[in-house]
């Protein structure tokens, strides 16, 4: 059983599809005002055989992610794989366009979401579950125009390291993955962007072009699958179209 956060759209929807073509039921979280989206996503999965649960809720709540969690459990009874994915981003050219309360807005959806998410479902995962958190190529390389939004990337990718030692013990096993440019919906709502650059979006990229969310998703459920990758942990895996980096 797995919960996806930002499992409406993009990655999170892709991934939520191939988890229940694997045979997963999915519990899927995302902002109320996505609800169509939800539905569309709940209603693919049901045309599969799949089971899904819709959750909608703000992760940069307090209190939320302890929900959200026991809501999981609830209608499941159990809680196996872990996927954090939602985020926030807005370019900006400078520093100075960078709010108090937006800088605090994606931290708390994209880094202080995955930390109180992992603490509010470990009580309730068992040896072999697992924890996947969405980083980018921003937390590894940066990005001028994302300062706020690579830092919460950065700091995935150390709490993903961390947390996946502390809980080698208990047979649990914690990554993330590292996404270069992907074509969601994350890019046309970027109010930092013109419809020029939206068109242009991944065009530098070594291949050419950005990935669509199914070129991310098998990352995943590799990851997912202690079958497939039961010595991995503590890893950022880099799927990011050509570009290379040792971080």
Not at 19 to 26: D, L, P, S
Not at 47 to 54: E, K, M, R, T, Y
Not at 236 to 246: D, F
């Amino acid at each position: 059983m797995a919960l996806i956060t930002g499992g409406d759209s993009g990655i999170g929807r892709a991934v939520a599809l191939l988890f229940a073509r694997e045979g997963a039921a999915v519990a899927i979280n995302y902002l109320a005002e996505e609800q169509s989206d939800a539905e569309t996503t709940r209603a693919e999965i049901e045309a599969i055989g799949g089971q899904c649960v819709l959750i909608p809720g703000d992760l940069a709540v307090r209190g939320f992610c302890l929900h959200l969690a026991e809501e999981t459990v609830h209608k499941f009874g159990r809680l196996d794989i872990l996927v954090s994915n939602a985020a926030h981003q807005r370019r900006k050219e400078d520093l100075d366009q960078l709010s108090d309360e937006e800088l605090e807005y994606t931290f708390n959806t994209n880094i202080l979401a995955y930390i109180r998410l992992a603490r509010a479902c470990l009580p309730h995962m068992k040896e072999g579950g697992v924890i996947i958190a969405t980083s980018s190529k921003t937390g590894i390389l940066g990005s001028k125009e994302l300062p706020d939004y690579s830092a919460t990337k950065g700091a995935i990718n150390a709490f993903t390291k961390a947390l996946a030692q502390s809980l080698i013990p208990r047979g649990i096993r914690v990554n993330a993955i590292a996404p270069g440019p992907v074509w969601t919906p994350l890019n046309p709502s970027d109010g930092g962007m013109s419809a020029e650059e939206v068109a242009k979006f991944g065009e530098k990229n070594p291949m050419g072009r950005p990935a669509q969310p199914e070129e991310l998703a098998p990352a995943y459920v590799f990851l997912a699958s202690n079958a497939d990758s039961s010595y991995i942990t503590g890893t950022v895996l880099q799927v990011m179209g050509g570009e290379t980096s040792g971080g």
